[in-house]
């Protein structure tokens, strides 16, 4: 495993682990495990230690986030919409629950958020940033379906910030309804925005 494979890999662990656990319930051992890294990599790799490593997860996370973004567009075709969008969006959460468990965890974002906002300044930065990564694209996909660009960044925002509330109730819920209901409640808003 090359220095940059191993590194990457320690950063998608720790995301995944989050995910699962929390930042809190997320050890550097099991970091390390999950990765199948050696024990010193972690001061090698991340010398700000738990912080630089949780930070750079999230930033992961973001970046997941916005990536799928076009994704979802291009499999929706010809048939572009903002709720086909939306629809799309809380599908891949109901979907992967579907076939991984509720045990596959939420988004490492939130857990930090949740976890470390409020007590380290860099992960408040790094949860920001992450989320801003998310909609960005979400609100350039909203333009190029129509919405006005004035308005696209707030919705991108209500879109986000829906998707995250329901996969924490589904979660709780052992139940995919809430990320279904926000699809259904929330698509007309979505669709009438558009010019």
Known sequence: MGERAARERMVFSAAQLMRRH???GTGLRAVL???RAPRGSLGHYFPGGK???VNEAVAWGGRYAGRRVPRFMAALGERRTPSGLFRAMTAQWADE????GYQAGGCPVVAAAVDCADSAESTRAAVSAAFDEWRSPVAAALVE???PAERAPALATLMVSA???AVLIS???RSPDALHTVARELGPLLDAARG
């Open 97 to 100: 629950w579907a076939s991984a």
């Open 145 to 147: 379906m129509g919405v």
């Open 22 to 24: 929390g930042v809190v």
């Open 51 to 53: 912080e630089q490593l």
């Open 171 to 173: 979660r709780a819920e």
């Open 163 to 165: 998707v995250e509330g």
């Open 33 to 35: 495990a999950h990765a």
